[in-house]
């Protein structure tokens, strides 16, 4: 699989990046959910705004960094929170702690129902 890694230090609190993509309703995100493959599904991250609910749609690769940032349920040292910029929803990443060079960058997708994390790993 492929992931981010930290190139500087972030200090706790600090900005990491955005998980950016197309900004869709509810009912655009219905539909999408229908026509994608289950590997695109996981590129689609939901929130609440105004009291609606909304999808940032990251399926297609734009070459941006925070779609392929990967989940941690246990330990993740990044959390996602949505910040305004002139009136729209951004969905940024700030540490949850002290991250050093190399260190994979990580945050939880929530109780969502994530295949990979009742994967048994089998060592040899």
Known sequence: GRGVFAVTDFTKGSFVLEYRGELISCQESQRRQRLYHN???????DFIWHGNFWTIDAARDDGTLGRLVNDDHIKPNC?????????????CLFALRDIIPGEEI????????CPWRNEVRIFI
């Open 39 to 45: 590997s695109l599904k996981a590129f689609m991250f």
């Open 106 to 113: 990580t945050y939880n997708y929530g109780d969502g129902d």
């Open 79 to 91: 959390k996602m929170k949505r910040i305004l910029v002139e009136g729209k929803p951004h969905l």
